[in-house]
Nanobody, 115 residues
Framework: QVQLVESGGGLVQAGGSLRLSCAAS????????MGWYRQAPGKQRELVAA???????NYADSVKGRFTISRDNAKNTAYLQMNSLKSEDTAVYYC?????????WGQGTQVTVTS
């Protein structure tokens, strides 16, 4: 059974930083793509950043230059380093693991940025 557990969310002032973690179990983590998504109240869930099994990375335009996605295959963990946070980054952040045609999601972690 695949399980993803996010951590690292919290309350931070604008301009601050947070580091999110996503620990995976039940799957061969290194062979699969990982992604971070977010959903703000009243909005659709959107892709923030993704990293393939080979290390190819893409970011949403809104976070380029501020967020960094990475993965540690030895620890079965993906990370999202978020710097220069803005109030519009406030959302629930989810990680997703893609295995073939299936997608697995974590429970989400709240990030709140105060101005």
């Amino acid at each position: 059974q695949v399980q993803l557990v996010e951590s690292g969310g919290g309350l931070v002032q604008a301009g601050g930083s947070l580091r999110l973690s996503c620990a995976a179990s039940g799957a061969i983590f290194s062979r699969n793509a990982m992604g971070w998504y977010r959903q703000a109240p009243g909005k659709q869930r959107e892709l923030v950043a993704a990293i393939s099994s080979g290390g190819f990375i893409n970011y949403a335009d809104s976070v380029k230059g501020r967020f960094t996605i990475s993965r540690d295959n030895a620890k079965n963990t993906a990370y999202l380093q978020m710097n220069s946070l803005k109030s519009e980054d406030t959302a629930v952040y989810y990680c997703k693991l893609g295995i073939g045609v299936n997608s697995y999601w974590g429970q989400g972690t709240q990030v709140t940025v105060t101005s």
